[in-house]
C-alpha cells in the first residue's frame, strides 16, 4: 500500500471516528452544544484535508 492510500485510510477512520462522537454528542446535549459545535468543526477540517487528498 502506498503512503497516500494510508493517510487517507487513517484519515477515513479519525472521520468515521469522529462522526461517531459528534451524533453521540448531539443526541445527549443537544445540536447547538458547545460540544458538538466543536466535533463539527475538527470534522469539517478532516473532510477538507481528505478531500485534499484525494483530488
Do not use: V
Not at 453521540?24 to 473532510?47: C, F, K, N, V, W
Amino acid at each position: 500500500m502506498e503512503q497516500s492510500q494510508l493517510i487517507s485510510t487513517n484519515l477515513d477512520s479519525q472521520i468515521n471516528d469522529l462522526r461517531f462522537l459528534m451524533i453521540s454528542a448531539g443526541q445527549q446535549h443537544g445540536l447547538s452544544s458547545p460540544e458538538t459545535l466543536r466535533y463539527s468543526e475538527e470534522l469539517d477540517e478532516l473532510i477538507f484535508q481528505f478531500q485534499a487528498q484525494n483530488r
